[in-house]
């Protein structure tokens, strides 16, 4: 149960139009020299280039939605998150750490692009100091422009959590982020009911894994390029073309229909 604390997950959206499905990808760590910790050390750009391969290999057996390659990573993955966000935000839609451990990255928050980010922290975890992980809150909302704030819970009012969606002004470009600071929560739990390792439960009527899933789902990758993809939709034995629209997240078949679907 242990090796969770040391694990990393992309999530891949798989496009079989008219329907679509979040495919799971799960791996661990393990090296020679650096057996346990991800992005720590002189190996961290021969695991950039391990997400890499693994990715290219996914999509050359499925037909990924490259708009919506996704990424959640706990402690010491949470970590890699961040190193993620830095190195390969041109290839994830959204990411999102959990109880990730900033005080290991090597430079500073710099991607490529402003790219949508989950904040999950508990206030009495005991490896990952909450003050630290809300300062770099603080650094990834500043590199997004996320400075309007949309209060749903707040500790201060005698809920549970905090959990804040801040994004960009109107006027400005940016990249919207999701905290959750759950009060009482320590390193391991996870905070739902039916988790198989140290569950935390919170209030009827509150869903992180949802909060999260929503999040990644309304925030499909931005493209000026719409994806274009051809299959036999209608059964007529030639090959009709699917776009997908980036704006809306959506894909419509070009020449049969104006139905579109997720």
């Given amino acids: 149960e242990m090796s969770r604390f040391f694990s990393f997950f992309f999530f891949l959206m798989i496009r079989r139009p008219p329907r679509s ?25 021969e695991e950039l280039e391990y997400f890499r391969k693994v990715i290219d290999q ?13 990424g959640i990573g706990h402690s010491n993955g ?37 790219i949508p980010f989950v904040l999950v922290q508990g206030t009495a975890d005991e490896m990952v100091d909450p003050a630290l992980v809300e300062g770099y809150k ?16 707040s500790i201060d009012s005698g809920d549970s959590l905090d ?8 006027s400005e470009t940016g990249a919207e982020v999701l905290w959750i600071l759950i009060e009482g929560m ?16 919170l209030p009827e009527g509150i869903d992180i894994n949802a909060a999260i899933w929503d999040f990644f789902l309304s925030h499909p990758l931005r493209s000026t390029n719409p ?4 299959s036999d939709y ?12 980036a704006s809306s997240g959506l894909w419509a078949i070009r020449d049969i229909t104006r139905v579109y679907f997720g």
Avoid at 186 to 201: E, G, I, N, R, V
């Fill in 78 to 114: 949470g970590h890699m998150i961040y190193q993620l966000a830095n190195d390969m935000s041109e290839t994830f839609a959204a990411l999102a750490s959990f109880a990730g451990a900033p005080f290991l990255l090597q430079e500073e928050y710099s991607p490529q692009r402003q």
């Fill in 21 to 45: 499905t979040l495919f799971p990808y799960t791996t661990l760590f393990r090296s020679a020299g650096n057996p346990k910790w991800w992005g720590v050390g002189p190996q961290t750009d």
């Fill in 234 to 245: 209608d059964g007529d034995g030639t090959s009709d073309i699917t776009i997908f629209r």
């Fill in 138 to 153: 603080e650094e990834i909302r500043a590199f997004n422009n996320a400075a309007d704030e949309t209060i749903y819970y």
């Fill in 186 to 201: 320590t390193h391991l739990d996870w905070p739902s009911p039916d988790a198989t390792f140290k569950p935390f439960p």
């Fill in 58 to 70: 996914v999509k050359d057996s499925y037909q990924v939605d490259e708009q919506r390659i996704y």
């Fill in 163 to 170: 959990m804040v969606l801040y994004s960009p002004d109107s």
């Fill in 227 to 230: 994806a274009l993809w051809k």
